[in-house]
């Protein structure tokens, strides 16, 4: 076929499959128009489903596994060491999870008409893109979405080309388990990987040139996730950069701060970036900055009035959840429904052990804003659940408004923080006062009473109770 033969129209052309993509594509065809998804991989999902959040949190549950196992030894159950095989881990993963996942993901497509076409999309102008690849072709539209996601950043200043030196696709490949590993970047991609590979075995070593992990997360509920790092991992070095690796043959020399140390493999975990480059949007009014980030408005419109984005490519916070929202307010937006991406709270977990989970206003942001605010926490050490599990190192935490006692921001850190902060962005999202969270009755004995017991003792210490 010779680029240009088939010409197509759609009302809505999707460009990149992940998960603001998809949704984005699903509820265009629920509201009646034509979508059809450009994905290079000619595949639904993305990085999330294939690369990142979801093999990721498998792994995590296999490391949580391992580590209840072990903790079990304390009530008096022996399972014996655990002894890990890759080929059948890699294979659950591939088949179980990420298969059934993207078949499912495919099955939905195939039952609302949303087609999709294989090969690399870039903009013609502005109602038209070319697809590159194994089906080229040339679509006209309406309207289109990019949604192409984000990429793993490399680490600056240091080149080092080396199979032994991975980003976080590669690591979630477990092409095997290093006896020693150097994680570069104590954010949530780096302290994720870091626990699964010291649960298999690894010996891990994590840099941050910070002082402190998780940057801009609140240090409070950052203690007990810090206090099980170091249990975990062998050395945890805070404001320390690492300025040169060089592969020697049969392992990475890696040069940290003023030391050097040797390493099996390395894995950079310093951030994603967005993927916007080679996309034509030159030919298009879309505005991006020097780091390829899209600029959008509350409606996801760019300043190409055909063009929409959503997901990573139009910035942080780089959350699959943001994206499926935004990609469902582009769909209705460009469908003439009164739509905006208005949303008061982007919650955001980390699913380390313990999880880490918050949103809304920090207690940080409202001091650096001078703005006046009440903090309400409850330790779980007080948890009949957490108790019963083991854990009574996690914290629930509100931040609320002094005068009129609204829930501004709630912090979550223990296991299962994941889940219950969806209550906690609910409380924000629907301007719920302490009391109102104080009152609702919690089911007994539950994680879920912590923040009852968070809310009820603002109550007290405000003299309401």
């Avoid at 890759?86 to 497509?109: C, M, N, Q, Y």
């Avoid at 994590?206 to 801009?216: A, I, R, T, Y």
């Avoid at 139009?314 to 460009?334: D, S, Y």
């Amino acid at each position: 076929m010779v680029m240009g033969d088939l010409v197509r129209e759609v009302d809505v052309a999707v460009v990149g499959g992940g998960p603001g993509g998809y949704s984005a594509a699903f509820r265009c065809a629920d509201l009646g128009l034509e979508a059809v998804v450009v994905d290079a991989g000619k595949r639904l999902g993305g990085a999330c489903l294939y690369e990142g959040c979801i093999p990721s949190k498998a792994l995590l549950h296999v490391a949580e596994v391992i580590a209840l196992a072990q903790s079990a030894k304390e009530f008096g159950v022996d399972f014996g060491d655990p002894r890990v095989s890759l080929d059948p881990l890699r294979k659950w993963i591939a088949e179980r999870v990420v298969g059934k996942l993207s078949k499912g993901v495919a099955f939905v497509a195939k039952k609302k008409g949303v087609d999709i076409v294989g090969g690399r999309a870039v903009f013609e102008d502005s109602r038209s893109l070319r697809v590159e690849g194994d089906e080229p072709q040339k679509i006209r539209f309406k309207h289109a979405v990019i949604a192409t996601g984000s990429l793993p950043s490399p680490l600056p200043g240091v080149t080092a080309r080396s199979e032994r030196v991975m980003d976080s696709t590669a690591a979630l490949a477990l092409a095997d388990v290093p006896e020693r590993l150097l994680v570069i970047g104590g954010g949530y991609i780096g302290l994720e990987l870091g626990q699964v590979y010291a649960a298999l075995g690894s010996q891990v070593t994590l840099v941050e040139m910070l002082d402190g992990l998780l940057p801009g997360v609140d240090r409070d509920l950052l203690q007990p996730l810090a206090r099980r790092s170091e249990d975990l991992f062998e050395k945890i070095h805070l404001s320390t950069e690492v300025t040169d690796l060089r592969d020697t043959g049969s392992a990475i020399e890696a040069t940290l701060g003023s030391e050097t140390r040797t390493f099996d493999r390395v894995l950079v975990a310093v951030g994603r970036k967005a993927q916007s480059a080679g996309l034509g949007l030159e030919t298009t009014r879309v505005r991006s900055d020097p780091r390829g980030i899209i600029a959008v408005d509350d409606r996801c419109r760019t300043d190409d009035p055909h063009i929409y984005a959503v997901g990573d490519v139009t910035g942080e916070p780089m959350l699959a959840h943001r994206a499926m929202r935004q990609g469902k307010v582009a769909a209705e937006v460009i469908a003439g429904r009164p739509a905006a991406f208005d949303n008061v709270v982007v919650p955001a977990v980390v699913f380390t052990d313990p999880e880490v989970a918050w949103c809304g206003l920090t207690e940080e942001e409202a001091q650096r804003a001078g703005r006046a605010v009440k903090i309400a926490k409850f330790q779980w050490a007080a948890s009949g659940r957490a108790a019963t599990l083991g854990r009574s190192d996690g914290l629930t935490k509100l931040v609320v408004d002094p005068a009129s006692g609204r829930v501004l921001g709630v912090g979550i850190v223990g296991p299962g923080a994941g889940e219950l902060i969806a209550e906690g962005a609910l409380a924000v999202e629907a301007a719920l006062t302490a009391e109102d969270v104080a009152l609702t009755i919690h089911t007994h004995p539950t994680l879920s009473e912590t923040l009852m017991e968070a809310a009820e003792s603002f109550l007290i210490e405000a003299g309401h109770r």
